[in-house]
């Protein structure tokens, strides 16, 4: 028990009083920040907290950062990937525009050459295009995309601008069938341009041709040009058509078999010149047959018109 007039010992032991505290502090802070602020005096010691405090706080952003580098690393690696695919898609549509450009410019260069080769022969062409061939395995011949719409008849003869690529054998309204010279069916006169010798060209297959009927001993050689002879009626004389390029003559057999590659380009081209059909060229004036007349009739007549 507690003696009279005398208060408990506290439990714990006491400091200032709580306002007290408050006081002193907020005093000092005000000095601290006058003092910083006048004379810079707090400025050793802020450098040594930063410089203390600086691995920590690297140490905090780490995580942050990584997650910033990772974030930008995907997100480069998808805008990396979206731009090769343009780039390919790029590319590959330039490609197909040099292709392309490069097919314009060969059909130009054929169109060019189909103009020059209707310019030089004697007979009205009409330009047709390819447009696939027939369905036969067993023939050699394509569809061009000209008609009788367009004033193709059978029989035309069809040229590049090179030589001979065939005759038009049917023709609906608006394309037409060519039969091509390589074919087994087909036959055209042709004569060796160097020798002037008269031959029958005719298709073999396989893209080869050969020259039937002729002598073992016939002047032909290997290197030979043949062209048209004009003979049939269709085609004009003089247009290339073939090249000799092998020769088998045996005695044993009475003709000789000579082989011959198409000087045109008779399954390559996508264009032809078709011709038109042969006629006859108009006489001269100055070929124009004279006529005599007997010298009794001449004055019988002139004695009529007097008397007229």
């Known amino acids: 028990m507690s003696a009279v007039g005398h208060a408990p010992p506290p439990f714990f032991k006491r400091g200032p009083a709580p306002l007290v505290r408050l006081a002193f502090f907020v005093s000092l802070s005000l000095i601290l920040l006058i003092a910083d602020l006048r004379f810079h005096t707090l400025e050793l010691a802020r450098m040594a907290v930063a410089t203390v405090a600086w691995p920590l706080q690297r140490l905090t952003w780490m995580p942050i950062d990584a997650a910033t580098d990772f974030g930008a690393y995907l997100a480069m690696q998808s805008t990396l990937l979206k731009e090769n695919e343009d780039l390919r898609r790029r590319q590959l549509g330039k490609a197909n525009l040099l292709l392309r450009q490069l097919h314009l410019e060969q059909e130009n260069k054929r169109l060019r050459a189909l103009l020059d080769m209707r310019a030089r022969l004697p007979v009205e062409g009409r330009i047709a295009e390819i447009l696939y061939a027939a ?19 059978a029989g035309q003869a069809v040229v590049d601008d090179i030589g001979v690529i065939g005759q038009v054998t049917r023709v609906f309204p608006l394309t037409a069938e060519v ?9 055209i006169p042709v004569e060796v341009q160097r020798n002037g010798l008269r031959a029958v060209l005719a298709g073999a297959g396989a893209g080869m041709m050969e020259l039937r009927f002729l002598a073992a001993n016939a002047e032909v050689q290997i290197g030979d040009i043949l062209v048209t002879s004009g003979l049939d009626g269709v085609y004009l004389p003089g247009l290339p058509v073939a090249k000799v390029v092998k020769t088998d003559r045996d005695s044993a057999y009475s003709f000789a078999r000579i082989t011959c590659a198409p000087l045109a380009g008779v399954e ?41």
């Open 135 to 153: 369905r036969d395995p067993f023939s050699r011949r394509v569809i061009i995309d000209k008609g009788l719409q367009h004033g193709i008849g």
């Open 179 to 187: 039969l091509l010279l390589t074919d087994k069916d087909q036959a």
């Open 268 to 308: 390559r081209h996508g264009l032809a010149l078709v011709l038109g059909s042969r006629t006859a060229l108009p006489p001269q004036p100055d070929e124009a047959p004279a006529t005599v007349e007997a010298p009794g009739r001449s004055k019988r007549i002139k004695t009529k018109e007097k008397a007229r």
